[in-house]
């Protein structure tokens, strides 16, 4: 049935149900025959957008996760279907969020650098096999740049205690790698997966060494001009552009300002919906990458022992319950929350950013192409492992109050409970500065709230990771948020490390 149509079934038994005036039914009556009559000549064949199911989607998922602002736009086989704002990207000056609204991207940064190095393999310039050390010295061991794009090269990523807001203002990416440039590797090259934004960073600055330009021009050449991005900045744009958001820890209050300079190839840009669907729309031809190239992204990397990570390269790959794959990544930044998806089966592309930190991710953004694009049985996520319903239920308890028994005792300031939790929570082999994380949580104090908390559970036999994606302690309005990894052994959650959250 027309989307459009069932709209106006259920605002009619909602107006059939009402007590109120005969003028106010007359006005209602009038105005629900108007919606009617526009219903008119709308078909649910696919390719058919339905806005008012995604318009109302988005601004349901913007309340539920009260972010201020949140744009989306969804476009199939090239050409754009559905584009949407939902709130404000500016509260003060009531400013409306828009398809045309520019904000940070988090993440997703790391797809424009993915596509930067492709047009480098493509060309001839590079390939995936080249060990990075013949241009950054970083270990004696082979790193390949396949194993970069696919987080299993050792490389770090940011530290619980990274003071980033510190650093100074790098006016390229090679000077940039001085952040991490010099630390030992955390595993062997291609023991195990990783996530590290440092890593697409050094392949930023390899982008620039090869090429002798600036990475940003590079890019500018090679990804953004080609593919008719205007509104996409590897540097922050002036705060008079038209369009650009301000970004916000909470309904009311803004993020602090941040020089993102030590990190725009891994997390650094900005950008729009409409820009982002075209990116996507681009890898869902051959004309823009080579096929061959484009499976090398979107095959599962496979570690030293042959088990396959859900990175390709560059790209996560999540598999779909009707056979099908996505192609997506997304992006986490205190202000700021993306995603990009590429859907091939039904050669869609959806982008959303909102400007606010937050959680939702995938599931949202599949639910959201479905309803737009009138796909009635809408693929699911395939679930990592089948457990008994009642093994998960107890394991997702016992999670979540040793969480909530963390959370408290850092909110209140419980040094005691704290050290105790630690010592029979944490893994001792994988954890070894336990007492310096703990004297860091106690100088937050007990005036610092722990909040927006969102468990993901990746798994439930041994072995298996659980996130605390979205804990977070606020600090003069200065937002600092971080992973709390658990890992499943025999039965039990243990804390297995905690890593920032961008």
Known sequence: MNACIQEFQKSLIAFMKNTISKLQKLFLFTSLLGFAISCVGQKDKLGTANAIPGNRYLDSLRVAKASPGISAAIAVKGKTIWEYGSGFSNIGEKKKASPNTVYRIASVSKLITTAAIAKMVQNKRLDFSDDVNAFFKLSDQKISIEQVLSHTSGIRHYRYNEKVENYPHYDNVVDATAVFINDPLEFNPGEKFGYSSYGIDLLGAIIEKVSKQSFEQYVQDHVLKPLKMESTFLRPPQSSHQHLSE?????????????????????????????????????????????????????????????????????????????????????????????????????????????????????EALDLSCRVYGIEKCPEIIAEQEKDPQFIMQMFQNLSANFDDFRNAISNGNQVKLEQLLASNFKSDSWPDKKAFIAFLMTLGNKHEVYDVDISVKGMNNGDKAFIKNLRFQEHYKDKSWYLIYTLSEDQWLISSIEVFE
């Open 247 to 363: 970004f916000y820890a909470n309904e009311q209050n803004l993020v602090p300002d941040i020089d993102l300079s030590y990190n725009i190839p891994g997390g650094g840009m900005y950008s729009t919906v409409k820009d982002l669907v075209a990116f996507g729309n681009a890898f869902l031809s051959d004309d823009y990458i080579s096929k061959p190239i484009k499976e090398k992204l979107f095959t599962k990397a496979k570690l030293n022992n042959g088990n396959e990570v859900n990175y390709g390269l560059g790209w996560i790959v999540q598999e779909m319950d009707d056979g099908s794959e996505v192609y997506y990544h997304d992006g986490h930044m205190d202000g700021t929350h993306s995603i990009l998806a590429i859907y091939p089966k039904y050669h869609l592309s959806i982008a959303m950013i909102s400007n606010r930190g937050s959680n939702w991710g995938l599931p």
